[in-house]
């Protein structure tokens, strides 16, 4: 990642970094404070099964165990209390459960939110596709309050998401920016739903949650963090490790 692709990211994202970056912060907080080796984490995403998220994966992620994937169309835990439980119960009894979390939001060199060149092609394309549909269609007075389709069920959820949010999208400076925003807080407030009712038989549970950035070529993405929390399992006590992480 270049200085000047970074400074264009953090136009949008000012505490933007490579999730590369992330990454080896947090293993090195899981060892510092916790004493674990990244092999005791096991580690589950709740991203875009977007191919390119595949493409732009950090590297050093596969260090830990996993990652099981808990997301479906723009990082929402479609996998639900079923996935967050069966996951959770593939931990080594002596280590850590990691749930990183997150909406994805493409970024042209340009500058473009919501855009993004993928290897191999020439034009840029929308990158959340799912949630520039989703925005195109409710500012065009497409959406309404509607049940979920058999058919389009993740999708017509993050519609539904959207149309909850409109106020803060609509007239928004850039509405995928915003709508970006209120994904993240509907991913953060159910994962956080489905981890109060799931079990762990490890002594830790991490929860990170940002904005993942990607960028154009397939070459590595960013993140914006926006909570990082470490829950001790056995007294319930969490700690606030936002400002660990790049201390
Ligand atoms: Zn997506």
Redesign the pocket.
């Given at each position: 990642m270049d200085d000047a692709y970074l400074a264009t990211i953090r136009t949008f994202y000012p505490d933007a970094r490579t999730t590369n970056d992330t990454v080896t912060r947090l293993l090195d907080l899981l060892s510092g404070r916790l004493q674990l080796e990244p092999r005791q984490v096991m580690s589950a995403d709740s991203i875009?099964?977007?191919d390119?998220?595949v493409i732009e994966y950090p590297r050093r992620a596969y260090e830990m165990l996993g990652p099981f994937k808990m997301g479906g169309?723009?990082?929402f835990p479609f996998a639900g209390l079923t996935g967050m439980g069966a996951f959770a119960h593939h931990v080594p009894e002596d280590g850590a459960v990691f749930v990183f979390y997150g909406?994805?939001i493409g970024i042209t060199r340009a500058g473009t939110p919501g855009q993004v060149l993928r290897p191999g092609q020439t034009k840029a394309s929308s990158?959340?596709?799912?949630?520039i549909a989703a925005v195109t269609k409710l500012l065009s007075g497409g959406l309404s309050e509607a049940p979920a389709t058999e058919l389009d069920y993740q999708q017509n959820t993050i519609e539904q998401v959207f149309w909850r949010g409109r106020d803060r999208i609509v007239g928004a400076p850039s509405p995928i920016v915003a709508a970006t925003d209120v994904m993240y807080d509907a991913i953060e407030t159910r994962v956080d739903l489905l981890a109060s009712r799931t079990s762990y038989p490890c002594p830790y549970l991490i929860l990170m949650g940002g904005i993942l950035i990607n960028t154009d070529g397939g070459g590595e993405s960013c993140s914006s963090i926006r909570r990082l929390r470490c829950v001790t399992l056995s007294s319930g006590a969490q700690d606030d490790w936002l400002k660990a992480l790049w201390a």
């Open positions: 875009c099964s977007d390119l998220n169309l723009n990082g909406p994805h990158c959340c596709g799912a949630a």
